[in-house]
């Protein structure tokens, strides 16, 4: 008796704790959105909302790598939705090889970082790319989409992050 | 917002009737503008004013042993930038798609890229103003377009 009570509790800890949020709990974003890097406010960017792609991106020119107490650590900076320019230092977590259209493979650094979009923030990691001859400065790729979001490429900038 | 759409997910199974296409695996793309269509051995001929296409595609993903073959008259030509910058020219058909039960005309570019892991991506020019998609989600359409039947 005991251990079927526990097996219930057990059963209705995992689901109202670790259940799939249904459609109604995930929030509606728009094919671009504001996302505001290190979840700061001012670190604005333009992010395009790609569920074509797996992973997310953000456009650095200019990397500098560099060594730190044995890790390879990256330099660059980008320009925010405002203008203003803005530096990263971030350790390099890895190297990711890119599959491109043409079918070449590039090889781009990955690093680590908080991106927030409406009111959801997660750690993401980043893959690096000189994104200068595109209209935006980052892509939002299903794995910080998944289980969070629902896209309507209908709409655009539906909500303004506040992560803090 | 208000207005009640069809969930997607970010692959489905879709069907190009006129193309005599009963059932293609496509990328579900809010990322791409056109939906694009991986399309070989493309002919333009021309039928009184009409710029007539002649292509075939491999439907399935890994067998390039079934070809359709597919018309379609040419509704524009445009200039298209992939996701790695690169710029093309390709062929723009109009033809209806099935996603979810909901036939809709669209505009498909025709490409020849053999690298494209999906044969058929669809973009927001489609995916407006019926659908919503779920990047979590794969294959919650047409479950009688699931089975194995070509």
Redesign the interface.
């Known amino acids: 008796m005991s251990n079927f009570f526990s097996n219930l509790m057990l059963i209705l800890f995992v689901y109202f704790c670790c259940a799939?949020k249904s459609?109604a709990e995930?929030s509606?974003v728009g094919?671009l959105e504001a996302a505001a890097l290190k979840n700061k406010p001012d670190y604005l960017v333009i992010a395009?909302?790609?569920?074509?792609?797996d992973n997310s991106s953000l456009n650095a020119v200019n990397q500098e790598i560099y060594e730190r107490n044995g890790d390879l650590w990256v330099k660059f900076s980008l320009t925010t939705k405002s203008g203003r320019e803005i530096t990263f230092q971030n350790r390099i977590i890895k190297t990711a090889l890119i599959?491109?259209?043409?079918?070449n493979l590039q090889r781009r650094n990955v690093i680590e970082i908080n991106v927030c979009i409406g009111t959801i923030s997660k750690k993401i990691k980043v893959n690096l790319v000189d994104r200068s001859?595109?209209k935006y400065q980052m892509?939002i790729g299903?794995s910080f989409?998944?289980?969070d979001?629902?896209?309507?490429?209908?709409?655009k900038f539906?909500v303004e992050p506040d992560c803090r | 917002m208000t207005k009640k759409k069809i969930m997607v997910g970010w692959r489905e199974w879709v069907s190009l009737p006129e193309l005599g296409i009963n059932r293609i695996k496509a990328k579900i793309d809010t990322g791409a503008k056109t939906s694009a269509l991986h399309a070989f051995d493309v002919k333009l001929k021309t039928e009184g004013n009409k710029r007539i296409a002649v292509f075939k595609i491999h439907p399935h993903q890994d067998d390039l042993d079934t070809v359709i073959n597919c018309t379609a008259e040419v509704f524009d030509e445009r200039t298209v930038t992939d996701s790695g910058g690169h710029k093309e020219k390709r062929l723009v058909i109009l033809t209806p798609i099935k996603i979810c039960n909901k036939t809709i005309k669209c505009e498909v570019t025709l490409t020849d890229r053999d690298t494209m892991m999906f044969r058929m991506l669809v973009g927001r020019t489609t995916l407006n103003p019926y659908f919503t998609v779920d990047p979590q989600e794969s294959y919650l359409a047409q479950p009688d377009l699931n089975e194995r039947d070509v």
């Not at chain 1, 599959?99 to 079918?103: F, L, N, V």
């Open positions: 799939p459609y995930k509606i094919w395009k909302i790609d569920t074509g792609a599959k491109m259209k043409d079918g001859h595109f892509l299903r989409l998944k289980g979001f629902l896209v309507d490429s209908e709409e539906t």
